[in-house]
């Protein structure tokens, strides 16, 4: 099993910022991070979740067009936790972002986080 820990939602108003980390852990994931995938979804009520930004075991990575410029995917040395940098925030980005990480060799797991809330407002 693969146990997710994310932390760093809040409230902020437009314009602020917020940094989220996703630490893993679990034997499974530990015998070597770096066969794993990792990635920020977010959520809102009534809406489709959505990724929002996914770093690659290479540490290449890819962003939602909406979030682009202002938000930044990175990994630790280690690789067992990631963070999702968040400037420029605006109210459309309200919503519960959960983390994933996928493995990238079989068997193919994937394994997601309880989510954290992002609340923008004034």
């Known amino acids: 099993q693969v146990q997710l820990v994310e932390s760093g939602g809040g409230l902020v108003q437009p314009g602020g910022s917020l940094r989220l980390s996703c630490a893993a852990s679990?034997?499974?994931?530990?015998?070597?991070?770096?066969?794993?995938?990792m990635s920020w979804y977010r959520q809102d009520p009534g809406k489709q979740r959505e990724l929002v930004a996914e770093?690659?075991?290479?540490?290449?990575?890819k962003y939602a067009e909406s979030v682009k410029g202002r938000f930044t995917i990175s990994r630790d040395n280690a690789k067992t936790t990631v963070y999702l940098q968040m400037n420029s925030l605006k109210p459309e980005d309200t919503a519960i972002y959960l983390c994933?990480?996928?493995?990238?060799?079989?068997?193919?797991?994937?394994?997601w986080g309880q989510g954290t809330q992002v609340t923008v407002s004034s």
């Open positions: 679990g034997r499974l994931f530990n015998i070597n991070a770096m066969l794993w995938s």
């Open positions: 770093i690659t075991v290479e540490g290449v990575t």
């Open positions: 994933k990480v996928r493995r990238t060799v079989p068997p193919v797991l994937e394994y």
